[in-house]
Every structure is written in structure tokens, then in C-alpha cells.
Antibody, heavy 121, light 108 residues
Framework: QVQLQESGPGLVKPSQTLSLTCTVSGGSISSGGYYLSWIRQHPGEGLEWIGYIYYSGSTNYNPSLKNRVTISVDTSKNQVSLKVNSVTAADTAVYYC?????????????WGRGSLVTVSS | EIVLTQSPGTLSLSPGERATLSCRASQSVSSSYLAWYQQKPGQAPRLLIYTSSTRATGIPDRFSGSGSGTDFTLTISRLEPEDFAVYYCQHYGSLSWTFGQGTKVEIK
């Protein structure tokens, strides 16, 4: 049973870099069996896809965030990381890690529980 | 960029009633790439329907999806107490995923 777990600081100061990690358990990222995405949800609002990565390192990002976001993969640790630069209060959100099966990558069949990140001084 | 518009914003119904949720795309999309999710307070979204009409594993058959082109529908045939939640539609295209703004199904 594959599981996803987000982790990282819950509080980030404005203008700094938000860093989160998604750890995959019960499966290997290197298997190439799924795409891993980051999705966020502002308080009381809807879902916003941030970007995805495949085990090979190929990525794509939401154009609205592309200039500030980097997603990377560490297959040795079975982890995917998210970095968002120059954060503001508008980046306060719950950040989810979600997977899409490689054979049917157009939907998210597994989600982590989410990690709340607050941007505040 | 395709925009998904869900309606209504809030649906007030009683247990046992039928719920019909709409998701309209700003341009025609492939039904293969349309999915629906359920989200309860404090929880991550859960996949309900993919390829517009295929139920995900473990999803009860009171949930059904339909549609094509620009208009898609999620129907809950008879609302159970655990179905009161927020529902999102989602589209995939060109290595990019977008969500509708959600419909809240609340107890009347």
C-alpha cells in the first residue's frame, strides 16, 4: 500500500523559501509507476496544481507559479521536494503531495494528508 | 488554458435526495481527462470518478459521472450522511492539471 507523507516547516517568513518534502512509502519512485504532483489549497478555497515530477526528473509547472517553484526528486531517499521562493502571505496554504498512475496520469488516485504552511513574520 | 466552472456553488439537500453537480469547461475537452473528487473538512481530497464516468476503487455505485464536450455531471443518486462535502472536478491537458472551484453539498 503506497502512502505519501508531506513534511516541512509550518511557518515561513515573508521573502524566504518554502521547502517541503513528500516521502513515498510502500513503493519505489524509481519504479516509474507514477507521477508525483504538488497541489495546494488556500484556507477555505479550492485546489491549485503547482507542478509535477517523474522519477526521471522531468517536470512541468503551473505557469502562474513557474518562476518561483522548483520540484526535485531524490530516488535514493524515495522523496520528492518542493521549493517556493520569495513567499508572501498569499502562499499560505495546505500543501498536498499527490500521485497519478503512470499509465493513467490524468487524475490523482492517492493523496498525502497535507502540510499547512503559514507565511508570516 | 482551460477553465472549469462548477455550479451551483452550494447545494442544500436532505439525506436520501438526489444531487446533481455540474462542471463546465471553457472549451471542449476529452471526457477521458475529466475526474471528480470529494473533500471533507480537514481531509485530503479523495478520487471518486475518472475518465468522466469510471468509479474509483471502493466508491459506492450511488456516485456516477457523465458528460462530454464542455458539460460534465456528477450525480449522487441518494445522499447518505457521509456524502455531505465539497466536490471538485479536474481536467488534465498537456502535462498540466486544473480544478474547478468546487461545489459544497450541505445538509438542508
Amino acid at each position: 500500500q503506497v502512502q505519501l507523507q508531506e513534511s516541512g516547516p509550518g511557518l515561513v517568513k515573508p521573502s524566504q523559501t518554502l521547502s517541503l518534502t513528500c516521502t513515498v512509502s510502500g513503493g519505489s519512485i524509481s519504479s516509474g509507476g507514477y507521477y508525483l504532483s504538488w497541489i495546494r489549497q488556500h484556507p477555505g478555497e479550492g485546489l491549485e496544481w503547482i507542478g509535477y515530477i517523474y522519477y526521471s526528473g522531468s517536470t512541468n509547472y503551473n505557469p502562474s507559479l513557474k518562476n518561483r517553484v522548483t520540484i526535485s526528486v531524490d530516488t535514493s531517499k524515495n522523496q520528492v521536494s518542493l521549493k517556493v521562493n520569495s513567499v508572501t502571505a498569499a502562499d499560505t496554504a495546505v500543501y498536498y503531495c499527490a500521485s497519478s498512475p503512470a499509465a493513467n496520469y490524468w487524475f490523482f488516485d492517492l493523496w498525502g494528508r497535507g502540510s499547512l504552511v503559514t507565511v508570516s513574520s | 488554458e482551460i477553465v472549469l466552472t462548477q455550479s451551483p456553488g452550494t447545494l442544500s439537500l436532505s439525506p436520501g435526495e438526489r444531487a446533481t453537480l455540474s462542471c463546465r469547461a471553457s472549451q471542449s475537452v476529452s471526457s477521458s481527462y475529466l475526474a471528480w473528487y470529494q473533500q471533507k473538512p480537514g481531509q485530503a481530497p479523495r478520487l471518486l470518478i475518472y475518465t468522466s464516468s469510471t468509479r474509483a476503487t471502493g466508491i459506492p455505485d450511488r456516485f456516477s459521472g457523465s458528460g462530454s464536450g464542455t458539460d460534465f455531471t456528477l450525480t449522487i443518486s441518494r445522499l447518505e450522511p457521509e456524502d455531505f462535502a465539497v466536490y471538485y472536478c479536474q481536467h488534465y491537458g498537456s502535462l498540466s492539471w486544473t480544478f474547478g472551484q468546487g461545489t459544497k453539498v450541505e445538509i438542508k
